[in-house]
Nanobody, 118 residues
């Protein structure tokens, strides 16, 4: 399964971007969704997550600025990023836990680069 993420780009500090992500197969059932990021020389870590029933969690560094959401009808996830800071510069990856049989499995997007200039 391929996840198609987009929306990255270059923006000045204080600006906004929205990152959408959807699987190539829109008939899949999606459990949890997450957005991760990896800055140069650092490990990938979770930025925001949303469960199948809509519960959300955020990293402290983005809480109040970023919003994760999902449109189950379109099987699309979104990361709305406001008040961007230079330290938000990273490659952003979307993650889906796909409901499968005999077990669920993980799917990752290819990554989209977000660059925030001061």
């Amino acid at each position: 399964v391929q996840l198609q993420a987009s929306g990255g780009g270059s923006v000045q500090a204080g600006g906004s971007l929205t990152l959408p992500c959807a699987p190539s197969d829109k008939t899949l059932s999606i459990d949890s969704i997450g957005w991760y990021r990896q800055a140069p020389g650092k490990q990938r870590h979770l930025v925001a997550g949303i469960s199948s029933d809509g519960r959300k969690n955020y990293a402290d560094s983005v809480r109040g600025r970023f919003t994760i959401s999902r449109d189950n009808a379109k099987n699309t996830a979104y990361l709305q990023m406001n008040s961007l800071k230079p330290e938000d510069t990273a490659v952003y990856y979307c993650y889906h836990k796909i409901v499968g049989w005999p077990r669920d499995y993980d799917a990752w997007g290819q990554g989209t680069l977000v660059t925030v200039s001061s």
